[in-house]
């Protein structure tokens, strides 16, 4: 049997190339479970890997696509059957691990959560690891005390895949969203999703040396890092949260002290959706089921192909994609 690929080479110069090709299953890698892939998605780390970029694939040949969503064909774990809808995210597929951008996959069964009755495999990856680090962070928010009742909540880059997942829950959950773009013609967009302030991005973007700013925000959902953390930390009210999940404007926080901490009571909640652990997995996919709202998250939504990947994969290194881009791999 052969299934359909979008296969990363790297020649001898050290040039990266993309191409779908037909490969035979005897190169798939092992695993427990071999899943017919229906739809991956798109995410930044997608874009480094088809592009050779990042240090994250190690070894070529290799397929990418860090997500995946679709159902079993074979396997050798009791907890999985033929037939059975699944989704899949993190674990380092797509980097390390041949991922979902082909019409066949086999990984282990432990990287794999059942998917939720009221998903469909394309609501799955037009939720993808964007959508479920937008939940782990809403749940993280919760659990440090962060509710409706004490103000905003701010998401900065929240044009893109996790910020919008995460306006839309944090709308729908009945908090007063605040969402930071640095791109005005977005603004409709995250109106639609929920936001009912829109921050441009230059507000928070310079550094400054000021210890502590006026107190602003509740919590916060950080997909950029840098600076505009550094400045969302110095705005935060008492005893508010800020949970990090992105590092879009650098992994450095030069212009921060740990004033907000030790003076407002400040929690910066690191967030990975990695390696989370299977429970928490579950519950999140759980809760996404229940509090997100589907009309939204179709209005985020882009459906391409697998040959569409080359030119998606600059589109989202450039920051030029909104939303979430969902890829049919039959198509």
């Known amino acids: 049997m052969t299934f359909q690929a979008l296969l990363v080479e790297k020649a001898g110069d050290g040039a990266v190339t993309a191409s779908i090709q037909e490969l035979d299953d005897s190169r798939l890698p092992d695993g427990d479970v071999t899943v017919a892939v229906e739809y991956s998605t798109l995410n930044y780390k997608d874009g480094l890997c088809i592009n050779g970029k990042g240090g994250l694939v190690r070894t070529f040949p290799h397929v990418p696509g860090v997500d995946f969503a679709g159902t079993v064909e074979t396997s050798d774990d009791p907890r999985y059957r033929p037939g059975d ?47 479920l680090t937008s939940m782990l962070s809403v749940i993280a928010l919760e659990k ?45 967009y995250l109106k639609s999703l929920g936001a009912e302030t829109i921050v441009e991005r230059a507000e928070l973007a310079e550094a400054n040396s000021k210890p502590l700013e006026s107190e602003r925000w509740a919590g916060a959902i950080d997909a950029v890092g840098g600076d505009m953390l550094a400045r969302v930390l110095k705005q935060m009210k008492y005893d508010g949260a800020v949970a990090a999940v992105g590092l879009a404007a650098g992994a450095g926080v030069p212009s921060f002290t740990v004033i907000p901490f030790l003076l407002r009571g400040v929690s910066l909640l690191g967030i990975d959706s990695v390696i989370r652990p299977y429970d928490q997995r579950v519950e999140a996919w759980s809760r996404i089921a229940t509090d997100l709202p589907m009309e939204m998250l179709e209005a985020m939504v882009v459906e391409r192909r697998l040959s569409d990947l080359p030119e998606l994969a600059n589109q989202i290194l450039d920051g030029k994609v909104k939303g979430r881009v969902v890829i049919d791999v039959n198509a």
């Open 144 to 188: 440090a005390g962060v509710s409706p009742l004490k103000g905003e909540v701010l998401v900065t880059g929240a044009a893109g895949g996790v910020g919008s997942v995460g306006v839309a829950l944090l709308a729908r959950l009945g908090y007063s969203v605040a969402a930071v773009t640095g791109r005005p013609e977005t603004a409709g």
């Open 85 to 131: 809808r699944v989704v899949l995210t993190g674990w380092r597929v797509g980097e390390v691990w041949w991922g979902g951008y082909a019409t066949r996959a086999r990984v282990k069964a432990d990287w794999l959560v059942p998917l939720p009755d009221a998903l469909s495999t394309r609501q799955a990856m037009a939720i993808g690891t964007a959508g």
